[in-house]
Structure formats: structure tokens, C-alpha cells
């Protein structure tokens, strides 16, 4: 891609930039190089696809969550009936390395308050862009803040 909308694209940052100006149903001029010769596209845009949203989840975070249940609060001993659970956490990942375990509940994603698995997909759909987000993380009765970088 060299260029999107008559904007030059040096970077994958640069790219990611432009993208976000655009919302679903906007049709975007796009040129490329391939083959050694420019050709230009108009590529209309669509909603991120929930279905996609935990698998992105799971490899850019590191996370796998379901509802948060009454039988996770007594198993897991959480005082929180908002958020979702964490069901797996990728070996290798960010948030493995930091210690984040199944049990733990995700409350927030960046600025948005996460309450059901919906909350949490339209969440990690708006923060895919970023180069990272902000968790608000609970154990127990303790709540801490994690950045996260997006693992691409």
C-alpha cells in the first residue's frame, strides 16, 4: 500500500492512522505497488466482524473471557458481579508474563466499561488499531491498571 485517500503511507503506524478516519460504508481510494506497476483500488469498509473479536483478543492481548457467572464469583472467591472472567491467558503472552491468571476479571478496556462478553468484543474492537490498551484488571477485592501492548 503506498497510498490511502491521496496519503502517502511510509509505516504501519502511518497506515493504522489513516484507517481510523474511516467508518464503516465509506468507500477508500487505495494505490499499491505490485509487480512493479501502481494500481488503484476503491475498497469499501465494514464493521470489524464480532465473531472475529476473541480470536483477536487472544492473540493480540493474550486473552481468552467468558461471563462473569455466580459459579466464577464462588470458585474464584470475587466479590465483582460486572465484567468478564479470564478463562485462559496465552503462554508467552504480555499479560502471562505479568502474571495475569484465569479467575482475574477484566472491568475496563482503555475508557470503556466492560460488563458482559458484548462489552468486552466492542471494546477490544476499538482499541485494534492501537499500538496498546489499558486493563482494569480485578483479583479478589484488589484492582489494578495494566498497559498492554497490542501484539500484532
Known amino acids: 500500500v ?36 501502481g494500481r488503484a483500488f476503491q475498497i469499501p469498509s465494514q464493521t470489524f466482524p464480532d465473531a472475529l473479536a476473541e480470536d483477536w483478543a487472544y492473540k493480540s492481548l493474550g486473552i481468552r473471557v467468558q461471563a462473569l457467572s455466580a459459579t466464577h464469583r464462588l470458585r474464584f472467591r470475587i ?18 508474563r505479568i502474571g495475569a491468571r484465569p479467575g482475574d476479571v477484566i472491568r ?5 466499561v466492560v460488563k458482559t462478553p458484548a462489552d468486552f468484543k466492542g471494546a477490544a474492537i476499538k482499541c485494534r488499531h492501537k499500538e496498546s ?8 477485592n484488589q484492582q489494578y491498571y495494566v498497559t498492554v501492548k497490542i501484539e500484532a
Not at 493504522?16 to 481510494?29: K, L, Q, S, V
Not at 466479590?79 to 499479560?95: C, E, F, H, K, N
Not at 475496563?108 to 470503556?112: M, P, S, Y
Not at 490498551?133 to 479478589?140: D, F, K, M, W, Y
Open 2 to 37: 503506498t497510498s490511502v485517500k491521496g496519503r502517502r503511507v511510509s509505516s504501519r503506524e502511518t497506515y493504522h492512522a489513516i484507517i481510523r478516519d474511516f467508518t464503516a460504508g465509506d468507500i477508500i481510494p487505495v494505490k499499491v505497488w505490485r509487480r512493479g506497476a
Open 79 to 96: 466479590p465483582a458481579r460486572d465484567g468478564v472472567i479470564v478463562t485462559q491467558v496465552r503462554a508467552g503472552s504480555y499479560l502471562d
Open 108 to 112: 475496563k478496556i482503555n475508557d470503556l
Open 133 to 140: 490498551a489499558v486493563l482494569l484488571i480485578q483479583r479478589g
